[in-house]
T-cell receptor, first 114, second 115 residues
Framework: NAGVTQTPKFQVLKTGQSMTLQCAQD?????MSWYRQDPGMGLRLIHY???????DQGEVPNGYNVSRSTTEDFPLRLLSAAPSQTSVYFC?????????????FGQGTRLTVV | DAKTTQPPSMDCAEGRAANLPCNHS???????VYWYRQIHSQGPQYIIH???NNETNEMASLIITEDRKSSTLILPHATLRDTAVYYC????????????????FGKGTKLSVKP
């Protein structure tokens, strides 16, 4: 039972490079989201999606793009990486329909931009 | 902004109960109290949630005051593996169409369980 899978686990980028952080879930969850976590801080919401074809911005969306073409996948794209985007990124999913909805998180992608 | 207030850190002796408080004085009638924890920078892990009644599961108990303005997460017999940052979050549960379903994290309480 894979749950939420994030790849890669670690990544080093140079300023200005682009990359895509992958997130996949096998629980048929409609709701998916991306968070970033900086040292000593809680998680901050970047973007979220309530279903395939629907995305919206969270608290800190600048510098990031998302798309949701399938229920399973929710990639996060950095178009031109900046040192301020050095962080740990977490993807989460949850069942939109259930009343008692808990979120499942991936193990994170640790990104360093130099 | 997060709608909850938690102490930044707490200590607990191994084998004793850990009682983690949370204030949520502006909670709405349709908002639930959720608790998550994050062990050593892993992805957050769901613990428990409740609306107004006390709740218990295999991990913890959740005590919510009658006025719902505060709650306490209880780990009945803390172990070293319970050392983590604990987050108290309030949000609407159930079917949702937009931002009301989002989890808004504060800084949480860093619980240190000591031998």
């Amino acid at each position: 039972n894979a749950g939420v899978t994030q790849t890669p686990k670690f990544q080093v980028l140079k300023t200005g490079q682009s990359m895509t952080l992958q997130c996949a879930q096998d629980m048929n969850h409609e709701y998916m989201s991306w968070y970033r976590q900086d040292p000593g801080m809680g998680l901050r919401l970047i973007h979220y999606s309530v279903g395939a074809g629907i995305t919206d911005q969270g608290e800190v969306p600048n510098g990031y793009n998302v798309s949701r073409s399938t229920t399973e996948d929710f990639p996060l794209r950095l178009l031109s990486a900046a040192p301020s985007q050095t962080s740990v990124y977490f993807c989460a999913s949850s069942n939109r329909e259930r009343l008692n909805t808990e979120a499942f998180f991936g193990q994170g992608t640790r990104l360093t931009v130099v | 902004d997060a709608k909850t207030t938690q102490p930044p850190s707490m200590d607990c002796a191994e084998g004793r109960a850990a009682n983690l408080p949370c204030n949520h004085s502006t909670i709405s009638g349709n908002e639930y109290v959720y608790w998550y924890r994050q062990i050593h920078s892993q992805g957050p892990q769901y613990i428990i949630h409740g609306l107004k009644n006390n709740e218990t599961n295999e991990m913890a108990s959740l005590i919510i005051t009658e006025d719902r303005k505060s709650s306490t997460l209880i780990l009945p017999h803390a172990t070293l593996r319970d050392t983590a940052v604990y987050y108290c979050i309030v949000r609407v549960a159930g079917k949702y169409g937009g931002s009301q379903g989002n989890l808004i994290f504060g800084k949480g309480t860093k619980l240190s369980v000591k031998p």
